[in-house]
T-cell receptor, first 116, second 114 residues
Framework: AQKVTQAQTEISVVEKEDVTLDCVYE???????LFWYKQPPSGELVFLIR??????QNEISGRYSWNFQKSTSSFNFTITASQVVDSAVYFC?????????????FGKGTSLLVTP | DTGVSQDPRHKITKRGQNVTFRCDPI?????LYWYRQTLGQGPEFLTY????????KSRLLSDRFSAERPKGSFSTLEIQRTEQGDSAMYLC????????????FGPGTRLLVL
């Protein structure tokens, strides 16, 4: 069963629009970590954020912000005032620690296209 | 460059041939992971090492796949008797500490089996 669901396969926005990428996860563990990675056309996965299950405080980093809600098992990612350079595939991932061998379970990704 | 490096970046081979990929993790990272990513999908976990010990293997890692990390530094992933279904991007990542730390990824090796 898919542990991380990214329901949005592709999103297209015009530059300067705000965009939210959804991530819903499934786990029975009380201790887990959630991640977002960016994969530009070059292919390398770039780490964006890591959040542990005990810290529901939202985080903002420049134009990026993340909303973690345990009640809905969601960890959504918002880009404010999007730019063309934000075009990439974004992956949400879950790590359940020792129960999964510390492997990252990735969603299928959301492809974001930002046009001028 | 102090990031994770992988070699080669691209590999084209004929079905039935053996291929070997190399991954150099970030210096002093004790954990090293291999993932496979097919087109339109997220990366899927294959195996991981803590130092030189291979501690976990996914069911995706068939008998044709073998990975080593002989001195706890670089790692190799070998695929024997390649099949067309092995065509994918093979990603390596490393992390430090207990395992819940962030995994940093290399650029990947893109394999095409003809």
């Amino acid at each position: 069963a898919q542990k991380v669901t990214q329901a949005q396969t592709e999103i297209s926005v015009v530059e300067k629009e705000d965009v939210t990428l959804d991530c819903v996860y499934e786990t029975r563990d009380t201790t887990y970590y959630l991640f977002w990675y960016k994969q530009p056309p070059s292919g390398e996965l770039v780490f964006l954020i890591r959040r542990n299950s005990f810290d529901e405080q939202n985080e903002i980093s420049g134009r990026y912000s993340w909303n973690f809600q345990k009640s809905t098992s969601s960890f959504n990612f918002t880009i404010t005032a999007s730019q063309v350079v934000d075009s990439a595939v974004y992956f949400c991932a879950l790590s359940e620690g020792v129960n999964s061998g510390y492997a990252l379970n990735f969603g299928k990704g959301t492809s974001l296209l930002v046009t001028p | 460059d102090t990031g994770v490096s992988q070699d080669p970046r691209h590999k084209i081979t004929k079905r039935g041939q053996n291929v070997t990929f190399r991954c150099d993790p970030i210096s002093e990272h004790n954990r090293l992971y291999w993932y496979r990513q097919t087109l339109g999908q997220g990366p899927e976990f294959l195996t991981y090492f803590q130092n030189e010990a291979q501690l976990e293997k996914s069911r995706l890692l068939s008998d044709r796949f073998s990975a080593e990390r002989p001195k706890g530094s670089f790692s190799t992933l070998e695929i024997q008797r390649t099949e067309q279904g092995d065509s994918a991007m093979y990603l390596c990542a490393s992390s430090s500490g207990t395992g819940l730390e962030t995994q940093y990824f290399g650029p990947g090796t893109r394999l095409l089996v003809l």
